[in-house]
Structure formats: structure tokens, C-alpha cells
């Protein structure tokens, strides 16, 4: 509500403050330099990155299209398959860690059930555990099942989100009241149709937010996959990179083709999720603001 | 008579308390019905490693004769190894560092963005958040990039001056490297819910502060920020476990700094080691713990300097 109005006043008199919309503009800059840079050289050859000249400008000649050709043929296409794998356990584990975040923080919200505070107790203290000191555990666990080096491995422990629980429990208690869903039971629905048709459509703005927040925590995992994985046909990108970024280090004159593609790599690789941001963001900033607040 | 209505009153009491325990034992039902799939999730994927791995950190495999339960002893070790040690030095300090500068900027660029509604600063608001849309792993690679002597622009930048450019690669520079690249990445995101919890408080405050007299300075110090203090907080706690688990940044610039981050940097990177190089799980998890248990003790007691302020946990 307050947003709207002050939105609505903005609209009449932006408000500008000149000194402060400078300093703004540098900030920009500092935030923008690296993306600028990586657009720039994955336009340049092997020689032209390594040539000198202006590492912050353009070289006469810009090959993307044929740069772009060598980074999904290098090595059998492995790019294109890291790209997908990365598609796969982002959208599976950001997909399966909603659902159950959802379902959980409603539960959490709108039911006296035995144990409900001693286990929401437990979720909050488990935002504390460093996801890291799960990895070597879980790893354990899974290779003692067969688990380790498959898309398993990678995509159950994503499933885990407690943070999505909490954020959805705080909107499902604001955003969802009590009455309405006393009055769809009157009216004779059952919990689960209140929950899909009642509720859910309430807690829209979290639901969007919890989703993307999963689905990028699962693409930019290493850790877990750098842990989990060893066929390099299975890894994310991020782990992928990171394996071509180890090579190309290693080998200081071999490498020099690497570079290029890894630069290249890197850029084609994060458009996926800022598409994914801009597209959803009207959406995702709602839901943010009530982890905060109250 | 009035026996009879007395009977039927307690028989009428006797059958409301049995609708009401239908009632409780649906609701009891219904509520672990939706929290039980999250539940089956946390016990196999949290509760259960973290037991293994307690479990684990108490045994030690010896050459000769196998593995032994040995009780505390890779505690003992951990907290008397030069190498966990200064890992867990390093992140204690960059911790120190890297969260207040984190959080003061993004809360300098969250007030700005408060103030200013023009298009440029909505635009500016996305640009800033952008690197939090890009994995910490390819940040760091871009960072690493711009950093290295190879082709990064600083030597170009810094020749036109005729100065030699700072490595930030080198032992000496490496804290700043990192810092600066922590502070890339996340400044934006804490910066966009410090803006979402700005957004959410009420204008007539403002309009009140003002005709007292107060000042835009006096506004944001004194109205703003107070209002926001639990997000604040959120964010630190947040900050707080992500820095203390350390690994992605350093693990991915070790490649290009060869000699300047070693395996034992943070004690994630040398419980990784201690796992997965050299097949020592149960110092890796005995570490993993050690780490899991600072990590604790750091949140618990900010927590607890920060209660009043607090309203999320």
C-alpha cells in the first residue's frame, strides 16, 4: 500500500539530487567493469588478448560468431552440456526446493500442530549450518548408495532450502488471513483445494522469489557438484570453468586458446540467469522486502 | 430430572471434547501433512550428514591397524594445526572487514536509491544487483582476469601514469583482491533488500520528520535506518555464515595465483583438501565441525548483542 502511493507521489516530482545521482554513476561503473570487459575480449583472438593494446577497448577485428563456433565445438560440444546440465539441476532443484518450501512454511504458518514450534525452531537453527560442512558427509552417504557421480547428487541436496521456509512462512502468516480460509472450509473445500486455489494464488510474489532464489543458489553451486561429480560430462558450468580456468593456468603457453574460450564461456553462461532476473524481477523484489522487515 | 439433565449435559460436554480432538487431530494431521516432504528433505540432507559427520570426526584412520575411535582427538588436532589455524585467522579477519564494507555500501546505495526517483537511478538499481545474478565462481574468473598481468587492464591503466600496477594476485594484495570481489558480488544484493525494507516504510513519517525541521540527513539517520535495523541485521547474520565458509573465490583465483592462496587458505578449502585430495574424511569432517561450531558461536553472539533489535528470528 505505502509503496503504491509513494510510487504514485514519484511520478508527480521525480526527485533528482544531481551530487548524488554522480556518485551514483561511478558506482555503476565499478559494478559494470568486469561485464564490459568480458563483452570486449570474447570479441578477440588468442593473439589480440595477449598482444596488449587496450585490454578496455575493442581490437580491429571482432569475432564473436567465430568464437562463438569454438566454444560449443572445443572438445565434443562439452560447453553445450555443461550449459544443460546446469539448465537441468537448476530448474529441478530450484522447482522440488519451492514446492517444499511452500507446502512447509504454509503448514508452518496455518496449523497448531504437535511440535510446530520445536521444528520451526530447528529450520531457523539450520540457516546457521554452513551448507559446506554438509558436503563431505553427504558425500559419504551417497557413495556408500551409488549415489556419487550421478545428477542425483547434485540435485537432491538442492532440494534442502530452509531459508524458503522461512521467508514463506513469514508471508504465508502476513499475506494469507485466517478468515478466508475458515470461510472456504465453510463452504465445504478441503484443506488441500484451500491451500491451491485459496492460498497459493496469495503467496504469488514469495512463491516467485523462493523459485528464483533456489533455482540460482542450484546454478551457482561448486562446492557440491565440484564434491559429487567426477565425469566432467556431468558438471555444471561453474565447475566446468573452473576446470578449464585449472588447465589453462597450468599449462601457461598450451592455454592461451583456453583463455579465449573461457572469457567467452563465462559471458554466454551468466545470460541465462540475468534474463531470468530482469524478466521476474517485478515479482521477486515483493517478495524480498518481508524477510526484513518484520 | 434434574439428574437426567445433568447426564445429558456431560454427555453433551463428552461429545463437543470429541469433535474438538477431531478437530485437534486433523489439524495436527493436515500441518504434517504439508511440513513432512520439507521434513523427510531436512533429516536426509541435514540432520542425518551432520550426525555422520560428528559421528565421523571422532574416529581416525591409522596406517597400521585401521580406524580407531578416538574421541577428540582431531578436535584437539584441528585447534593445534598451524594450518586450520590460520584459515580460520584469515576468515575471522575478512570477515571483520568484508561485512561492514558489504553492508555500509549497500546501505549508502540503498539510501541514495531511496531518495532518487529518476529513471537513471532505476536503471542503476539493476546494474548494481546484476553481479548477484552471476555465479561467485564466474565472478571471481572475471576478477581474476582483470587482475592478472597478462591481459588485465590495470597494467595499461597504471602505465599511463608510469606506475607499476598493484598485483592483487601477490601475497601481500591478496586480502584486498578478495575483498574487492566479495564486496562486487554481494554489495547489489543486500543493497536491493535494504531498498525492498525502505520501500515498505511509511511516507507520513517522512512528511512528520519534516515539519519538525528535520533534514534529509537527519531523515535517514534518525528515521530510516532505525526502521530498517532488522533487515540490517538479517543481512549481517547472512554475511556472517556465507564469509566464514569461505571457498569459491579463493578456490577458483588459486589457479592464477599460484603460490599466493594455498590449499589451507580458509578452512573450507582445507577441509576440502583433507577429503577429497587426501582421502582423510574424518579430519575433513572433524574440521568441517570445527568450522560448523565457529560459525555458530559468531551468530549466536551477535544475535544475542542485537536481540532488541531483532524481529526475525
Redesign the interface.
Same mark, same amino acid.
Given at each position: 500500500m505505502a509503496d503504491r502511493t509513494r510510487v504514485r507521489a514519484g511520478a508527480r516530482r521525480p526527485q533528482r539530487y544531481l551530487p548524488l545521482q554522480i556518485l551514483l554513476g561511478f558506482l555503476v561503473i565499478y559494478f559494470l567493469v568486469p561485464f564490459w570487459w568480458v563483452i570486449v575480449n570474447s570479441s578477440k583472438d588468442a593473439p589480440g588478448l595477449f598482444g596488449g593494446g587496450n585490454t578496455l577497448w575493442f581490437t580491429d577485428q571482432i569475432d564473436y560468431v567465430g568464437n562463438l563456433r569454438q566454444l560449443f565445438t572445443y572438445d565434443g560440444g562439452i560447453y553445450l552440456r555443461w550449459i544443460l546440465n546446469s539448465t537441468l539441476y537448476a530448474v529441478a532443484g530450484g522447482i522440488g526446493a519451492t514446492v517444499l518450501a511452500v507446502m512447509a512454511g504454509y503448514g508452518f504458518a496455518k496449523y497448531r500442530f504437535a511440535a510446530r514450534r520445536f521444528s520451526f525452531a530447528v529450520v531457523l537453527g539450520a540457516l546457521m549450518v554452513p551448507a559446506t560442512a554438509l558436503v563431505i558427509p553427504t558425500f559419504i552417504m551417497f557413495s556408500r548408495l551409488g549415489l556419487t557421480n550421478t545428477v542425483w547428487a547434485v540435485i537432491l541436496p538442492s532440494l534442502l532450502n530452509p531459508f524458503g521456509v522461512y521467508l514463506m512462512h513469514v508471508y504465508a502468516r502476513d499475506a494469507v488471513p485466517d478468515e478466508l480460509l475458515d470461510a472456504a472450509r465453510v463452504d465445504g473445500a478441503g484443506e488441500v483445494r484451500t491451500f491451491l486455489q485459496i492460498a497459493l494464488p496469495l503467496m504469488r510474489p514469495a512463491v516467485v522469489t523462493v523459485l528464483l532464489l533456489s533455482a540460482v543458489a542450484s546454478w551457482n553451486n561448486y562446492f557440491l557438484p565440484l564434491a559429487m561429480l567426477s565425469d566432467n560430462r556431468l558438471f555444471p558450468v561453474t565447475v566446468g570453468l573452473g576446470l578449464w580456468q585449472g588447465i589453462a593456468s597450468a599449462n601457461n603457453s598450451g592455454g592461451t586458446s583456453l583463455w579465449s574460450l573461457i572469457i567467452l564461456g563465462s559471458l554466454v553462461s551468466v545470460i541465462p540467469l540475468v534474463i531470468a532476473f530482469f524478466s521476474l524481477q517485478r515479482h521477486w523484489r515483493g517478495g524480498l522486502s518481508v524477510g526484513g522487515l518484520r | 430430572m434434574t439428574l437426567l439433565t445433568e447426564k445429558r449435559a456431560r454427555r453433551r460436554q463428552h461429545e463437543t471434547r470429541k469433535i474438538r480432538g477431531k478437530v485437534h487431530l486433523r489439524?495436527?494431521?493436515?500441518?504434517?501433512?504439508?511440513?513432512g516432504?520439507?521434513?523427510v528433505?531436512?533429516v536426509?540432507?541435514?540432520i542425518? /550428514?551432520?550426525t555422520?559427520?560428528l559421528y565421523?570426526s571422532l574416529f581416525q584412520k591409522k596406517l597400521i591397524g585401521g580406524t580407531s575411535f578416538v574421541l577428540f582427538d582431531n578436535y584437539v588436532k584441528a585447534f593445534t594445526d598451524p594450518s586450520f589455524l590460520s584459515g580460520a585467522w584469515f576468515v575471522l579477519r575478512f570477515s571483520l572487514v568484508s561485512i561492514p564494507l558489504q553492508i555500509g555500501?549497500a546501505l549508502v546505495?540503498a539510501l #541514495?536509491?531511496d531518495?532518487?526517483?529518476?529513471l537513471?537511478?532505476r536503471?542503476?538499481r539493476?546494474?548494481?544487483?546484476?553481479?548477484y545474478?552471476? /555465479?561467485?565462481? #564466474?565472478?571471481a574468473?572475471?576478477?581474476?582476469?582483470?587482475y592478472s598481468k597478462?591481459?588485465?587492464?590495470l597494467t595499461?591503466i597504471f602505465g599511463l601514469f608510469g606506475a607499476t600496477a598493484p598485483d592483487f594476485l601477490g601475497s601481500d594484495l591478496i586480502f584486498y583482491g578478495l575483498l574487492n570481489v566479495v564486496t562486487?558480488q554481494w554489495a547489489?544484493y543486500y543493497m536491493? #533488500?535494504?531498498y525492498?525494507?525502505l520501500?515498505?516504510?511509511? /511516507?507520513t513519517l517522512y512528511e512528520a520528520a519534516r515539519m519538525d525541521g528535520a533534514g534529509r540527513w537527519q531523515i535517514a539517520t534518525r528515521i530510516k535506518i532505525p526502521l530498517?535495523a532488522?533487515?540490517?541485521i538479517?543481512?549481517l547474520?547472512f554475511s556472517l555464515?556465507g564469509t566464514?565458509?569461505f571457498?569459491?573465490e579463493p578456490?577458483?583465483l588459486r589457479?592464477?595465483a599460484?603460490g599466493t592462496i594455498g590449499t589451507d587458505f580458509t578452512p573450507?578449502m582445507y577441509?576440502?583438501q583433507q577429503?577429497?585430495s587426501l582421502a582423510n574424511?574424518n579430519y575433513?569432517?572433524a574440521i568441517?565441525?570445527a568450522?560448523?561450531g565457529i560459525?555458530?558461536i559468531c551468530?549466536?553472539a551477535f544475535l544475542f548483542f542485537t536481540r532488541k533489535r531483532r524481529?526475525?528470528?
Open positions: - | 489439524e495436527h494431521l493436515m500441518g504434517w501433512l504439508f511440513v516432504p520439507f521434513a528433505v531436512f536426509a540432507f541435514l542425518a /550428514p551432520l555422520y559427520a565421523l555500501i546505495l #541514495i536509491l531518495a532518487v526517483t529518476t537513471f537511478a536503471f542503476s539493476l546494474m548494481i544487483f546484476l553481479p545474478a552471476i /555465479p561467485t565462481v #564466474i565472478g574468473v572475471m576478477w581474476g582476469f582483470l597478462g591481459f588485465g587492464p595499461d562486487w547489489g536491493i #533488500i535494504l525492498a525494507a520501500q515498505g516504510v511509511d /511516507p530498517i532488522p533487515a540490517l538479517l543481512i547474520v555464515i566464514l565458509q571457498f569459491n578456490q577458483i589457479y592464477l599460484a573450507n577441509a576440502y577429503a577429497f574424511f575433513g569432517s568441517s565441525f568450522l560448523g560459525v555458530f551468530v549466536y524481529s526475525f528470528l
